[in-house]
């Protein structure tokens, strides 16, 4: 501080502490950027620990929610047959695919819960499906159009 007390009053003369203060004045700017960006980057370090032990902490059942998502496929199609154990539809492409129906399938037709009596020919119909290992699909859930 000696030293710095020493230039001020030594350079008053001179006309070169306007200098000094520019300079003072500009590495005081820097100082505060560097901290605000300091601090935006221990705020963004501390939500991803937040969010890495939420994702820890979230629920068996959520987690069983996730997985059957990801195994599962929409198959869009239009009826042929209906039976108490399966549903036959073609898609787009022409193609005929049987999917099995279980006490766990839900159904909805036109947005409201229905059973699969109420599926009918020629319905317009989004099924939501599982593969099984042995290639065959298991509806999860029958939305009538």
């Not at 492409?93 to 129906?101: G, H, I, N």
Request: charged share 25%; proline share 1%; with cysteine.
């Amino acid at each position: 501080m000696w030293v710095v007390t020493k230039y001020i009053r030594h350079n008053c003369l001179m006309g070169q502490i306007d200098i000094f203060k520019e300079g003072k004045l500009k590495m005081t700017k820097v100082l505060r950027a560097l901290g605000a960006a300091m601090l935006c980057l221990g705020l963004l370090s501390s939500a991803n620990i937040l969010m890495a032990k939420q994702d820890q902490t979230m629920p068996a059942k959520d987690m069983k929610k996730k997985e059957q998502k990801a195994d599962t496929t929409t198959i869009n199609g239009t009826v042929t047959t209906v039976t108490d154990s399966a549903v036959t539809i073609v898609d787009s492409q022409k193609a005929e695919l049987t999917v099995s129906v279980t006490s766990e399938t839900k159904v909805t037709k036109a947005g409201k819960d229905a059973t699969l009596a109420d599926v009918k020919g020629n319905d317009v119909v989004a099924i939501e499906a599982k593969k099984g290992e042995d290639g065959t699909w298991t509806a999860l859930r029958i939305s009538v159009t």
